[in-house]
Nanobody, 121 residues
Framework: QLQASGGGLVQAGDSLRLSCAASGGGFSEYALGWFRQAPGKEREFVAA??????YYSDSVKGRFTIYRDNPKTTVYLQMNSLKPEDTAVYYC??????????????????WGQGTQVTVSS
């Protein structure tokens, strides 16, 4: 089970940190990722953490940072310099995934409930 939190309404240039706690065991070995879906758009990859590696979409690279706590069962998404185009529902996900497949939403077996991020201009 994945529980996401931390969304909210902010202004452009502000920061937010999203959290996703994984419970039920075994998630320390899983890839943990964040995806987002804006109204009228498809769900898109944002960032992922797998073993010692991190992956980012081009649209958030340099502004967002993904990291995990020491037991590796909670994943965070630190979002800085937020833009109105970052407005979306953000979902965390977990799965046993190899390499660059972490960017593919269908590879993830577990999903959180989503948290809304709204960035005003």
């Amino acid at each position: 089970q994945l529980q996401a939190s931390g969304g909210g309404l902010v202004q452009a240039g502000d920061s937010l940190r999203l959290s996703c706690a994984a419970s039920g065991g075994g998630f320390s070995e899983y890839a943990l990722g964040w995806f987002r879906q804006a109204p009228g758009k498809e769900r898109e990859f944002v960032a992922a953490s797998r073993n010692i590696y991190t992956y980012y979409s081009d649209s958030v690279k340099g502004r967002f940072t993904i990291y995990r706590d020491n037991p590796k069962t909670t994943v965070y998404l630190q979002m800085n310099s937020l833009k109105p185009e970052d407005t979306a529902v953000y979902y965390c996900a977990a799965g046993r995934i190899a390499g660059f497949r972490v960017r593919v939403s269908s590879e993830y077996a577990y999903w959180g409930q989503g948290t809304q991020v709204t960035v005003s201009s």
